[in-house]
């Protein structure tokens, strides 16, 4: 009986333990929020590539050294 209160309680929390960690999430646009992981936008040939391999200038994200120099 108690065993099964504990059980509950426990399902309880961990329900509410992943509502509470998804809330953030929401606003996931924010480049404040962007993991390395992330996919980005090419400001220049609007491929998406990964935040890690992305080259960032002036505030925009290019895939590669090239679309870069096309934009400057
Ligand atoms: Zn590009």
Redesign the pocket.
């Known amino acids: 009986m108690i065993f099964k209160l504990i059980l509950v309680v426990g399902i309880i929390a961990a329900i509410y333990f992943v509502f509470f960690k998804k809330k953030p999430r929401v606003s996931k646009d924010t480049k404040e929020e962007l993991k390395g992981s992330d996919m980005i936008e090419?400001a220049?040939?609007?491929?998406y590539?990964q935040l890690d391999d992305s080259i960032l200038s002036n505030g925009k994200y290019?895939?590669?050294k090239?679309?870069l120099e096309k934009v400057s």
């Not at 220049?44 to 491929?47: L, M, N, P, W």
Request: overall charge negative; hydrophobic content about 10%.
């Open positions: 090419c220049s040939c609007g491929i590539s290019y895939c590669s090239e679309c």
